[in-house]
């Protein structure tokens, strides 16, 4: 399916409603305005397989743009709000885009990222701004009907990039009509009942893979899409009672932040609507899990894939409830576990996950770095895990992440769970720091409640409450606080920008 079809039979279904603003676009309004963009990269000279940039916070002409390139066979390149000139610059030269669409807040970035392009190749959302084009000037005489060669195109999206330079993850063009059902699409209808008539509610920003692909998932079933410009713990409860939502995709850091609200906060607003409470992009603590199905019911359903699109496993909140902590089953890719030597592991032993046979990508300009994650036995995400008898996956940490102390290997992963079930903690890092006699030490980074209770006292309680449910070879040695964690919008924590600061400071 896709929203033409939708535009023609249910017009004046709201297909896209921005949160705080409340601005809303029809499916006929949505297929008008895409059609006015399309025709207006045609006129541009863009054809099938050449590339656009998005620098643009979550607004209400955000996927328009995104439906219009991928009725003109474009690549559409969805970039992170926090970027810098240079960071921007980097990826709108590497992807080759001819043209850029920004937020009046970020134009002056897209400006500077993009010195070969002119003005009328930078269009500005809203208001406008210097050294761009107002895009609703740009389509306003634009043909609302169809560009008579549509063919159908995708994202690439960048990795985050903390480890150097950020790469796009690309896929083939896929070949066939716009309207056909691609496997993701397919996949998540059938795990999690996308129908028309279901409203959808998305918390994080737009550039990353997961908010952008179910959101125009859900377009293709004909649902209501309602974007939260920005996520807060108790206007997303209102907004489930408010929309009568019946779908969501959340993050272990949003469920963490809901969960820490006053009882009477919590117990305010009607939830009866949910159906499916959707989360992945990090791991969720076993307890925090728990406290969200005991709240809301046995609605959370999980999985575990990556932007790259290699593998993909999925659970229900009946299966994990018999099985705390699996992320699932494959349904995309033969799950296989190595050791450090390539070998292949039997159930409930540990090693890198690879998927065998999943599906099929490359990084941008960068054949070395595909070679990097391939082998005989498939892709790898980088993570450490076991599978189970059953084919039942669970995570232990990320490969990177595994501090070596004493000659014994230690998941970090262990005690941020237990730590952020702390009442006093809001968030926290634990790494390997280096040590004279262990070679690394566990360290805590954490993010109080309130920050001023950060100090010795609470240090050492936060050790204790550690070291009294784990073996103490897993518990950090000491804890540092800070106002806040360097943790992108989607939930995913920097970790490797604390590790590098610590390493560094120790020479």
């Known amino acids: 399916m896709h929203p033409f079809h939708h535009a023609a039979n249910q017009p004046d279904t709201p297909a896209i409603i921005m949160a705080g603003s409340g601005d809303t676009l029809t499916y006929a309004q949505l297929e008008a305005e895409s059609n006015r963009i399309a025709h207006l990269l045609r006129g541009l000279g863009l054809v099938r397989g ?38 921007a610059g980097y990826i709108a030269q590497d992807s080759g885009a001819k043209a850029i669409f920004c937020s009046p807040a970020l134009a002056e970035v897209a400006v500077a990222a993009t010195p070969t ?74 795990l999690y009942q996308f129908a028309p008539g ?21 377009h293709k079933f004909g649902g209501t899409v309602v974007v939260m410009e920005k996520f807060d713990p108790e206007s997303y409860l209102a907004l489930v009672e408010k929309h009568h939502i019946t779908h969501s995709q959340l993050v272990p850091t949003m469920f963490v932040r809901m969960l820490k609200l006053p009882d009477d906060v919590r117990a305010r607003y009607d939830l009866s609507s949910l159906k499916v409470a959707i989360h992945a992009a990090a791991p969720c603590p076993v307890d925090v899990k728990h406290a969200m199905i005991t709240w809301w019911g046995p609605v959370i359903f999980e999985y575990y894939s990556a932007t790259e699109g290699a593998g993909f496993t999925a659970i229900s909140p009946q299966e994990w409830l018999a099985r705390p902590g699996s992320v699932g089953k494959s349904i995309l890719g033969e799950i296989r576990v190595l050791d450090d030597d390539g070998n292949r592991l039997g159930p409930n032993e540990v090693g890198r996950i690879f998927f065998h046979g999943g599906g099929s990508f490359s990084y941008h300009n960068d054949p070395e770095k595909t070679a990097s994650v391939m082998s005989e036995h498939g892709a ?19 490969a990177a992440f595994m501090i070596i102390s004493g000659g014994v290997n230690v998941y970090p992963q262990e005690a941020e769970n237990t730590l952020i079930s702390h009442p006093e903690v809001a968030d926290v890092a634990v790494f390997g720091i280096p040590d004279e006699v262990m070679g690394e030490a566990v360290h805590a980074v954490v993010q109080p409640r309130d920050m001023a209770k950060a100090g010795p006292d609470l240090e050492a309680e936060l050790i204790e409450y550690v070291r009294s449910r784990l073996s103490h070879v897993k518990c950090p040695k000491r804890i540092d606080f800070r106002a806040e964690l360097p943790r992108h919008d989607t939930g995913k924590l920097y970790k490797r920008l604390l590790k590098d600061e610590y390493w560094a400071k120790a020479g």
Not at 206 to 214: E, K, N
Request: hydrophobic share 40%; proline share 7%.
């Open 50 to 87: 050449d590339t656009i940039a998005i620098l643009m916070h979550n607004e209400i002409d955000y996927l328009p743009i995104c439906w219009a390139a991928q009725r003109a066979g474009l690549v559409y390149v969805a970039m992170s709000t926090k970027l810098t000139a240079d960071e």
């Open 117 to 190: 392009l002119s003005s009328a190749a930078r269009f500005c959302t809203g208001a406008g701004a210097p050294g761009s084009t107002r895009l609703h000037d740009a389509i306003m005489n634009m043909p609302t009907t169809r560009i008579a060669d549509e063919s159908t195109g995708r994202d690439m999206l960048y990795s985050s990039g903390t480890t150097g330079r950020p790469k796009g993850v690309r896929g083939p063009l896929p070949e066939g009509p716009i309207d056909q059902v691609d496997a993701l699409s397919g996949m998540v209808a059938a």
């Open 380 to 398: 790898t995400f980088g993570d450490i895990g076991r599978v189970d008898e059953e084919g039942y996956l669970f995570l232990t940490d990320r």
């Open 198 to 218: 279901m409203k959808y509610l998305s918390p994080a920003p737009l550039y990353h893979a997961a908010p952008l692909r179910y959101c125009m998932s859900v």
